[in-house]
């Protein structure tokens, strides 16, 4: 089946950096994203990764794929105030001439001074 | 660019009246997409349509449909609301010929049935 978990919570304090973990179901998954929500607003493309590949960075962001466990993680380092949102995690794949990604339930990340 | 453009913002319905969500693209993409978001159950598909002139169910389908008018356009319409539609609903689109096959998403319709 198809299923993307990850945990509902996470705090931290500004400055420290934010790890947000993510597992997924389908090995076949051509792309693992990352969106952000912040308050009021829809979901913005944060950041992706090829499946065939271990890592990501970009700024102060970086992405680490285990394919073998099929966990995902994104993480934030010198988390501000800003980056105060829910997270969520999808997996994606091209299916049927559309599409598809399966979300995972999001993470709400809190940062606290 | 606007990109995935949602109307209305906000709505306050009562239970048994029907409305219709609007959303349109200027991305030029294929395939759109409508989800619904409740507190702690993250995005649910409600219908998609891969290109235009067609259309699916998606996980959560029952109450609503959809029509895709053109490329641009995608509606969903609730014939007869119901307190369990309350929710945040949004559109998205895709192409799929992009390097990441990711969606864009509009920012939102939140919904309210009483």
């Known amino acids: 089946g198809e299923d993307v978990e990850q945990s509902l919570f996470l705090s931290v304090r500004e400055g420290d950096s934010s790890v947000i973990n993510c597992t997924y179901t389908?090995?076949?998954?051509?792309?693992l994203y990352w969106y952000k929500q912040e308050p009021g607003a829809g979901l913005q493309l944060l950041t992706y990764?090829?499946?065939?590949?271990d890592m990501k960075q970009d700024q102060r962001l970086t992405v680490l794929l285990n394919k073998k466990d099929k966990h995902l993680s994104l993480r934030i380092a010198d988390t501000q105030t800003g980056d105060s949102a829910i997270y969520f995690c999808?997996?994606?794949?091209?299916?049927?001439?559309?599409?598809?990604?399966?979300f995972g339930a999001g993470t709400r990340l809190a940062v606290h001074p | 660019n606007a990109g995935v453009t949602q109307t209305p913002k906000f709505q306050v319905l009562k239970t048994g009246q029907s409305m219709t969500l609007q959303c349109a693209q200027d991305?030029?993409?294929?395939?759109m997409y409508w989800y619904r978001q409740d507190p702690g159950m993250g995005l649910r598909l409600i219908y998609y349509?891969?290109?235009?002139?067609?259309?699916d169910k998606g996980e959560v389908p029952n109450g609503y449909n959809v029509s895709r008018l053109n490329k641009r356009e995608f509606s969903l319409r609730l014939e007869s609301a119901a307190p369990s539609q309350t929710s945040v609903y949004f559109c998205?689109?895709?192409?799929?010929?992009?390097?990441?096959?990711?969606?864009?998403f509009g920012s939102g319709t939140r919904l309210t049935v009483v």
């Open positions: 389908d090995s076949s998954s051509t792309y």
């Open positions: 998205a689109s895709s192409k799929p010929q992009t390097s990441n096959y990711g969606y864009t």
């Open positions: 349509s891969a290109s235009e002139g067609t259309t």
């Open positions: 991305m030029n993409h294929n395939s």
């Open positions: 999808a997996e994606g794949k091209a299916s049927g001439g559309y599409n598809k990604l399966i």
């Open positions: 990764i090829f499946s065939n590949m």
